[in-house]
């Protein structure tokens, strides 16, 4: 039966590929992927899925839903389509999309026998407001079974793990004065924005290798000869699991209130972002996605390591069993987030990378719907996360 799912995806590959070069020649940004969310939606009505468009207030999600008649396990697969700004689809998400868009196409005939229900979720922004944490958040997920996407990389790797991620904006107020005629009747908003970062950067030395903090100031004054009374600054905290993050980020927070007292401006703090959390893989759905993956005949699957960026599919991770393998393409020189890695995708590695995610993730989910003890297995895994 998966030589059969194979070769439907294979019959089709060329289809699927057009998804992904579509994409690419149209890149949209994080919220604004209407074409793309159009794009989709309309191809997996006409395939048959019940689509629904705008899903939870986000004009630019979908979800596309197949079932049999039969009752089953009920799989999730995500379609990402946002771009990177000036390089387009250096992330690949044009190919994500692509093999999510094979994977329930390849295995939807094969539901009225096996029974079970095929949700691809079209998830926006995932490269910057993270709507997949706020689809979890909001119950989008309840009832999945397994949820699973492939993400192009530059290597082939087994999932792993994510660092949780909070976008933090302080903002200072303070009061603008001629900085040489009166520059006591000042408050200076960047000089409180400096000593944010100088606490921020002697924090380091004092928490875990594995969190980052990393910031920009986005407001510094408007010119040399006037006190700054606002200033404002960015940043990403980020570190391994959530409970880290928590003490890490009340420890900035308190960075801040030092550089409030020292320079006597007043501070606001805001999320810009919404947070990411930690991915945790489910390992036993990880094992069922590799062995198919060799069975296609990849031979080089890297072990899992240690994810140093942050995916919304984290998030996912927290709420049902997760996924997010890598699927290698090109030489080994690319380098993701790059012109090249996007013109990659539109090649004939990329194609090849878009039929190896498709059908490894058809197949994953086949053997899901079709074997309860994996299902039980999944669950106990996933359980005992949550302990
Ligand atoms: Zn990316
Ligand atoms: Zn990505």
Aim: glycine share 10%; charged share 20%.
């Amino acid at each position: 039966m998966k030589d059969l799912i194979k070769k439907r995806i294979e019959t089709r590959l060329d289809e699927f590929f057009q998804l992904s070069s579509w994409l690419y020649e149209h890149p949209e940004l994080g919220e604004e992927e209407y074409q793309a969310a159009e794009l989709l939606s309309d191809f997996f009505a006409s395939e048959g899925f019940a689509v629904e468009r705008g899903i939870y207030g986000f004009e630019t999600a979908f979800r596309a839903t197949a079932g049999g008649r039969k009752a089953g396990a009920h799989i999730a697969f995500f379609c990402e389509y946002d771009a990177l700004p000036q390089i387009g689809h250096g992330c690949g998400h044009n190919l994500i999309s692509a093999m999510s868009a094979g994977a329930a196409v390849g295995l939807k005939e094969e539901l009225e026998e096996i029974g079970g229900t095929i949700t691809v979720f079209g998830t926006p922004a995932e490269e910057t407001n993270g709507i997949k944490g706020i689809l979890a958040e909001k119950g989008a997920f309840e009832g999945v079974t397994a949820a699973m996407m492939a993400h192009p990389n530059v290597i082939t790797e087994e999932s792993g793990t994510s660092l949780a991620l909070t976008a933090l904006k302080f903002e200072f107020f303070g009061k603008a004065a001629h900085a040489a005629a009166m520059p006591e009747k000042g408050i200076n908003a960047l000089d409180a924005v400096i000593l944010l970062f100088n606490g921020v950067n002697a924090l380091r030395q004092h928490v875990p290798s594995d969190v980052r903090i990393h910031g920009i100031i986005t407001d510094g004054g408007v010119a040399p000869n006037i006190v700054p009374d606002y200033a404002a600054a960015k940043f990403y905290l980020r570190s391994k699991d959530k409970e880290t993050l928590a003490s890490v980020i009340e420890k900035v927070k308190r960075c801040a209130e030092g550089a409030e007292a020292m320079s006597g401006a007043s501070c606001k703090i805001s999320r810009f972002e919404n947070a990411y959390d930690n991915l945790r893989t489910n390992q036993t759905l990880s094992n069922l996605f590799t062995a198919n993956l060799k069975a296609l005949g990849e031979t080089e699957v890297h072990g899992a390591s240690d994810g140093i960026g942050s995916i919304d599919i984290g998030n996912v991770s927290h709420v049902v069993p997760v996924i997010h393998p890598w699927i290698g393409m090109g030489n080994g020189e690319l380098v993701i987030h790059t012109k090249e890695f996007a013109e990659c995708t539109i090649t004939e590695q990329g194609k090849e990378t878009l039929l190896k995610g498709a059908c490894a993730l058809a197949m994953t989910a086949y053997d899901v719907i079709t074997s309860e003890a994996a299902q039980s297995k999944i669950q106990e895994e996933f359980v005992s996360f949550c302990r």
